[in-house]
T-cell receptor, first 113, second 111 residues
Framework: DGGITQSPKYLFRKEGQNVTLSCEQNLNHDAMYWYRQDPGQGLRLIYYSQIVNDFQKGDIAEGYSVSREKKESFPLTVTSAQKNPTAFYLC????????????FGSGTRLTVV | DAKTTQPTSMDCAEGRAANLPCNHSTISGNEYVYWYRQIHSQGPQYIIHGLKNNETNEMASLIITEDRKSSTLILPHATLRDTAVYYCIALNAGNNRKLIWGLGTSLAVNP
């Protein structure tokens, strides 16, 4: 079945550490996105990519980095520069253009300990 | 991107229709109205989308006003599993980037 897979589901990070969240899709979608969701809040866009080896900052990119070396993969690194990283992180993919909207992964819950 | 406004919360009795409103008065001609829902601690799930005409699928119906300034998502026979946060967003078909999603409507379906 086609879909989008995020791993791990739960992640714990010590202060000062970098951690990488995985996102893989087999939908042949060109565009991929990372969102952050805080308790009781809507989704906020961190980074997005519409083509391999290219990506753009969203509204809250500070303290995060991404790469897009393969069409299927869009990992997100939460760096030590992110001052408040505890949140629920969602990866999504879509076609570019068209009206199919987003397909979301099941999310990664990151907690700083 | 057009801003959307939704009520914070709604209640519905199990088996009855749930009608969730959304205002999008600044929507542009090439923006579609999409509805997603998010069950706690899961990724949002696509429900339905439309441009001008009313739409129906196996999950829901979408009614869009003639001036396109508002829409209503209808769950015809709500079940307890429909309890979720429902998001209404406007998306440009040529640019799927969406900076910020609103808080959505928290729908509670009661037995």
């Amino acid at each position: 079945d086609g879909g989008i897979t995020q791993s791990p589901k739960y992640l714990f990070r010590k202060e000062g550490q970098n951690v990488t969240l995985s996102c893989e899709q087999n939908l042949n979608h060109d565009a991929m996105y990372w969102y952050r969701q805080d308790p009781g809040q809507g989704l906020r866009l961190i980074y997005y990519s519409q083509i391999v080896n290219d990506f753009q900052k969203g509204d809250i990119a500070e303290g995060y980095s991404v790469s897009r070396e393969k069409k299927e993969s869009f990992p997100l690194t939460v760096t030590s520069a992110q001052k408040n990283p505890t949140a629920f992180y969602l990866c999504a993919s879509s076609t570019i253009g068209g009206t199919y909207g987003y397909t979301f992964g099941s999310g990664t819950r990151l907690t700083v300990v | 991107d057009a801003k959307t406004t939704q009520p914070t919360s709604m209640d519905c009795a199990e088996g009855r229709a749930a009608n969730l409103p959304c205002n999008h008065s600044t929507i542009s001609g090439n923006e579609y109205v999409y509805w997603y829902r998010q069950i706690h601690s899961q990724g949002p799930q696509y429900i339905i989308h439309g441009l001008k005409n009313n739409e129906t699928n196996e999950m829901a119906s979408l009614i869009i006003t003639e001036d396109r300034k508002s829409s209503t998502l209808i769950l015809p026979h709500a079940t307890l599993r429909d309890t979720a946060v429902y998001y209404c967003i406007a998306l440009n078909a040529g640019n799927n980037r969406k900076l910020i999603w609103g808080l959505g409507t928290s729908l509670a379906v009661n037995p």
